[in-house]
């Protein structure tokens, strides 16, 4: 039985360990931190319950049909509810805040008491996103396109030409809304892969495509959940999930791998490694610097976040999902993607799990996330000296504009998260907490590949490499990795 081990208990790492160790492999996962799911993990204090990252479930047939492959129903122990409207988005301070809704007339009819004129192209608009989303889905995100001639078929050349060479999401959003504030509010969904809209191909519109048509979703207890089931099932499967076991290095004769040194002196042998380790991570730290092609410092990074979670004793008069936009939206994206500064008004977006799930907050309190986009740490912000006026900054704005009257009196619990502190708790390289950046560069066949091109028994899964980030995109990953392992390396 070939032995695989699997570096890092991410959704990435978890489901090629659930479904390798179905086909029959002996799996071992190696997790560094005590708990499993990665930045899909999280956390209690003071009776307050928070999600360290992800908050929306988009595509959830994704994850059903993990569970499906490892011969499991997801809805017999993981129950998701839909959440709708997905979110309601605030432009300026006491102006009209729009409902992004999963139900197309209804967003119409939202959309047209702002702008009429754009509500009457708001399904021209789905129409065209629709191509991409189709394009893309089939060529690219459920497809392994790592040798040339997966890329020459007509189909994917097709594909690639629609959503390659159809300019920026950004200039797709304007072709179909001239209001500004629904240019912000149909395009600042390019921040779930940490990129500026005008950075990206407009085949990303596709994530907020999904968002419109098949809505958000929403776990009991978090989405930190999917990770402990996605454990369950791995084990259920027969695989071995250990975790505060920190990988320090993938151990190399020639050109292969033989299994992996721990930081506890201990050596693992393996006949295959897949490292979830984030890649540009796993090239600068795990693996000598001559052994591979792809070299850490061309590749780009996303954006970070600097996060706030507040166990607040009291009830908030907001809903599960709020986005308080920078009022000149451009010069926000400019702040973090062009100049690299700290957004003088930064964009915030505000997750109230207890408004559906009233057990993750005490009775009478709510369980506050917020993340602010900033720029990652290229940028050379000294956190240490920034965090607290940055923190100021932005519970300021969220004060003045929902007028919340937050104040420190008012908090039972507060954990402050900075780009250092995705960098070194979940080993993600200049604290980009999206990985690598979604740009043309970086996407479909020209992001990094799932396998190394030289060390023929060393793969990759998750968000930094093909075919991007994101909890579909991820498990998307995962299932690539499966069908070249199992093809690859027959058991
Ligand atoms: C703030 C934030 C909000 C997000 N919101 C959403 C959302 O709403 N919806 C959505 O779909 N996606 C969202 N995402 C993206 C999503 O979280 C990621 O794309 C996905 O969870 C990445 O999974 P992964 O398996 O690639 O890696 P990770 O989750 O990064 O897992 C990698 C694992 O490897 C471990 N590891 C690293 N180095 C070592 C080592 N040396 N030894 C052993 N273990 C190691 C890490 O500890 C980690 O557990 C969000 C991300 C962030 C950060």
Known sequence: MKKIVVIGAGIGGLSCAAQLAKKGFDVTVLEKNARVGGRLSGFSAEGYTFDAGPTLLLMPWVLDDFFRRVGMRREDFLPIVPVDPVSRVHFARGQPALDLSSDVAKMAANIAAFSPHDSERYSAYLQKSGQYYDAALHAFLQANVHRLSDFVKPSVVSAFLKVGLSGSYWDHVCTYFDDPRLRAAFSFQSIYVGASPRDIPAAYGLIQYVEATQGAWAVPGGLNRIASAMERAAVHCGAKVLTGKKVREIRLEGKKTVGVDLSDGTFM??????????????????????????QTRTLE???????????????????????LLPQDFLAGLDAIFKNRTLPEDPGIYLNCPSKLFPEMAPKNG??????VPVPNLQAGIDWKKERLAFRKRVLDKINAWLLLGLKDADVAFERIVTPEDWRDQYSLEWGSTFGLAPTLAQSAFFRPQNRDPSIRNLYFVGGSTHPGSGIPIVLFSANNVVERITHENPT
């Open 301 to 323: 990074p996303s954006c970070s976040a600097f996060m706030l979670y507040l166990g607040v004793k009291r009830k908030l008069p907001i809903g599960p999902h709020t986005f």
């Open 366 to 371: 709510d369980a506050l996330y917020v993340l």
């Open 269 to 294: 042998a393996a006949d295959l490694v897949v490292s979830n380790a984030d890649l540009p991570y796993s090239y600068a730290h795990l693996l000598p610097e001559k052994s591979s092609p792809v």
